[in-house]
């Protein structure tokens, strides 16, 4: 009989007492004998061969049962909140070995790493969890960072299936921090206007909500009386609400939420104002700077005209000689600064 040890784990004998119940009816079936007729059927060979053929059945099956080592887990997709504790069940069904290996493996991109080896917490997980007998992993302060499949393998030299491993998916769930809002501060009437929300740390990834005056914002703006003339598009994937023609019953003030599974967050109100663009102002504007310029370029013609604008003027230095039609001779003095006679008349 194979060694086996119900202090620590336990066996797989509730297993066998449904074969073993399975068995005894399915025995009553093929006799299909009444209480008088018991004692006739078991004397009836082909009762005795088919009983004999069933408990060999049973028998085998138990004693494969204990020479195997089974795992199982009451929560294969476990959750927790970050910063909150969690744990990795990982319990032994059926084995015969005293003392197996237990290990625990962390399954991320860049391959399998352990996190419980030689009895020993390892990785990141170092100083944060403990084994609970006999192989349960317990996480006492999850991070986002420990998101990830792990992998428990236990081994047993003495069974005859000496080895089992189950996958656990966990997720630490992140609350939203406060997410970065945009909100213009003024739209012309009839234009249309963007209003952003943007939060990355939250997981999963944050949902939105766009709230006008304290009063949330519906997807589809016909399914409200109060939003029903306005036209806009809201995505609660990205955040983005746009306006496409905004009018003035749109002013107000904004402010977004972003929520997931962990929580929620919201920025502070913004004020969006509405104003109209006056046509005729802007007319009149661009006519009275039409006719400043028309009034600054003819007052310059004139000027030239008048020749205010001439680039010449005479000067001591662009004094013309005399012809010496004379016989006179005329010299240019420093000292005089003007001209003199060079020698006298000739008579």
């Known amino acids: ?20 119940s399975d068995v005894c009816l399915l025995f009553s079936l093929l006799c299909a004998c009444t209480d008088s007729q018991i ?72 391959g399998p790493s352990y996190v419980y080896f030689d009895k020993k917490i390892s990785g990141g997980l170092e100083n944060r969890a403990v084994i609970r007998e ?28 000496s080895f089992d491993e189950i996958v656990i998916d966990l997720v630490v769930r992140v609350k939203p921090v406060v997410p970065k809002c945009s909100v213009p501060k003024s739209v012309p009437f009839g234009k249309s206007a963007e209003l952003s929300c943007v939060e990355e740390e939250g997981f999963p990834k944050s949902q939105y909500q766009w709230f006008k005056n304290m009063e949330e914002i519906p997807d589809d703006p016909k399914t409200s009386v109060k939003f029903f003339n306005s036209s806009y598009t809201l995505s609660t994937e990205t955040g983005t609400l746009k306006f496409i023609s905004v009018r003035k019953e749109d002013a107000g003030e904004y402010y977004c939420r972003a929520k997931n599974d962990a929580g929620q967050a ?17 007319i009149l504007g661009v ?42 001779d005329y010299v240019r003095t420093e000292d005089e600064g003007d001209f003199r006679h060079k020698s006298s008349f000739v008579i």
């Open 266 to 282: 919201q920025c502070a109100p913004q004020k969006m104002e509405v104003y109209d663009i006056d046509i005729v102002g802007i």
């Open 287 to 328: 006519l009275v700077v039409v006719v400043v310029l028309l009034c600054i370029t003819v007052g310059i013609c004139c000027a030239y005209k008048q020749g205010y604008f001439s680039s010449q003027k005479q000067t001591g230095n662009n004094y013309k000689v005399p012809a010496k039609g004379d016989g006179v």
């Open 134 to 161: 006999p192989a349960t992993l317990l996480i006492t302060n999850a991070t986002r960072s420990d998101t990830a499949k792990y992998r428990c393998e236990v081994t047993a030299a003495d069974d005859q299936k």
């Open 1 to 20: 009989m194979p060694r086996n040890s119900p202090n620590i784990y336990k066996s797989h004998i509730s297993d066998g007492s449904h074969v073993f």
């Open 39 to 110: 004692e006739h059927c078991i004397d009836s060979k082909m009762a005795k061969t088919r009983l004999a053929w069933l408990l060999t059945l049973l028998s085998t099956q138990c004693y494969l049962s204990v020479l195997a080592v089974v795992l199982k887990t009451n929560n294969a997709s476990p959750w927790t909140n970050e910063f909150d504790k969690v744990e990795l069940s990982c319990e032994i069904e059926s084995i015969s070995t005293i003392n197996p290996r237990i290990e625990w493996k962390k399954i991320t991109s860049g």
